[in-house]
C-alpha cells in the first residue's frame, strides 16, 4: 500500500486492489460535475488481498481523521475491510451487518458510517430485466453469479 498523505482538496478514495485500471476514474469527474462537486477529487488506495487486518484500520483511520478526506468507495476488500474496522464506526447500515461487508463509507456530521450499497444496487438491477410478476406467475427461479460475494449472504 502507498504511503497516505494528507488530502489537498476534498477527495474521495477508492479502496482496490489496482484501483489505476478502474473506469471509476474516467467516471468519478462526470459524476462530481453532476453532483456540483466541482473541487472534490477521487484517489485510489491499492491494497494487496487478504491484507493484513492493521493495513485496512490504518486506511480507514486515515480517512476518518483526515478533514479533506470525504469517503471511500470498497471494491475487492468489502469483506476483509468490514471484519478488521467495523468497530471504528460509529453507524453500520443494516446491509452491512447482515452482509459482513462494507462498499461505502462516508463521514456525516463527524461520524464514521459504513455501508453495503451492492444489495440495494444488485436489486435495482435485477428488478430493471426480470418482468413485474415474474416470481408469482411462473414460479420462477434465479441463479445470481459475482466476484465479491454481494448477490447472497
Do not use: N
Not at 493495513?55 to 480517512?63: A, G
Not at 453500520?92 to 463521514?107: H, Q, R, T, W
Amino acid at each position: 500500500m502507498q504511503q497516505l498523505k494528507p488530502a489537498e482538496q476534498p477527495t474521495f478514495y477508492f479502496i482496490g486492489v489496482t484501483t489505476g485500471q478502474s473506469s471509476i476514474m474516467r467516471v468519478f469527474p462526470e459524476w462530481a460535475r453532476e453532483l456540483g462537486l466541482t473541487d472534490a477529487v477521487i484517489q485510489g488506495i491499492d491494497i494487496d488481498i487478504h491484507a493484513d487486518p492493521a493495513v485496512y484500520r490504518e486506511v480507514v483511520r486515515f480517512i476518518r481523521d483526515d478533514a479533506l478526506s470525504l469517503g471511500a468507495l470498497v471494491t475487492t476488500h468489502k469483506i476483509d475491510l468490514y471484519q478488521a474496522c467495523k468497530d471504528m464506526f460509529d453507524h453500520l447500515d443494516p446491509y452491512a451487518v447482515a452482509f459482513g461487508e462494507l462498499s461505502a463509507i462516508s463521514k456525516r456530521e463527524g461520524r464514521l458510517e459504513g455501508y453495503a450499497k451492492d444489495p440495494i444496487s444488485s436489486g435495482l438491477a435485477l428488478d430493471a430485466f426480470v418482468p413485474a410478476g415474474w416470481w408469482r406467475d411462473h414460479g420462477g427461479q434465479v441463479l445470481l453469479l459475482g466476484a465479491g460475494g454481494a448477490a447472497g449472504p
